[in-house]
């Protein structure tokens, strides 16, 4: 089964500045979605962008992109002009073809006024 | 359009009691998810519905915990009997029709601790 690792529990950024989130993750397939999900304190998992593997582009959402490295199975999230609203738990997921979703452990991003 | 529903939002029991939590999906969504998040972790997947079906129930320790969606669509998790480990937020999501492509919406999770 897929797994899907999150080297940094916990990484702060200056409001406004930009800020990198990690994730790697281990797979067989060459055919998969990967998903970065957003979970304020009140726990609602948020979707934040998502990524085919199929396509090269990578994807963007406004003042989130990732930098998706097939080859290295590597899925950062960039947060541009960081806003204290995106505080939160973020987690890297990975989907395989049989629907079969695999979270990280996220990583906790705090934001300095 | 309203989001998906999970009650009861907080749960305390002693061990060896049960427990029920209810997911109402976002409607038209044939797909539902159980997972269970334990502090700290990521979201682990229990079990998947696809309409009233079992899809994918292979992490869901059947000798305690069990699922139903009987008319394809509210769905409802049980554990019977609790142990302490069970301590976790209990996260329902649906999604439209369970492709690949199709984004996974979470309700606000049922947090239920076991003494």
């Known amino acids: 089964a897929q797994t899907v690792t999150q080297s940094q529990p916990e990484m702060s950024v200056q409001e406004a500045e930009t800020v990198t989130l990690s994730c790697t993750y281990d797979?067989?397939?060459?055919?998969?979605?990967l998903f970065w999900y957003k979970q304020p304190p009140s726990r609602q998992m948020i979707l934040v962008i998502r990524q085919e593997a199929y396509k090269q582009q990578n994807a963007t959402e406004n003042r989130f992109s990732v930098n998706f490295q097939k080859a290295a199975k590597s899925f950062s999230l960039k947060i541009s002009d960081s806003q204290l609203g995106d505080a939160a738990m973020y987690f890297c997921a990975h989907r395989s073809n049989n629907n079969d979703m695999r979270f990280g452990a996220g990583t906790r991003l705090t934001v300095k006024p | 359009e309203a989001g998906v529903a999970q009650s009861p939002r907080y749960k305390i029991i002693e061990k060896r009691q049960s427990v029920a939590f209810w997911c109402n999906p976002i409607s038209g969504h044939a797909t539902l998810y159980w997972y269970q998040q334990i502090l700290g972790q990521g979201p682990k997947l229990l079990i998947q519905?696809?309409?009233?079906?079992?899809?994918?129930d292979s992490q869901l320790p059947k000798d305690r915990f069990s699922a139903e969606r009987l008319k394809g669509v509210d769905s409802t998790l049980k554990i019977q009997p609790a142990k302490l480990e069970d301590s976790a937020v209990y996260l329902c999501?649906?999604?439209?029709?369970?492709?690949?492509?199709?984004?996974?919406?979470f309700g606000p999770g049922t947090r239920l601790l076991v003494l």
């Open positions: 519905f696809q309409n009233n079906g079992v899809v994918d």
């Open positions: 797979t067989s397939e060459s055919d998969y979605y």
């Open positions: 999501a649906s999604s439209f029709w369970g492709a690949r492509q199709e984004t996974q919406y």
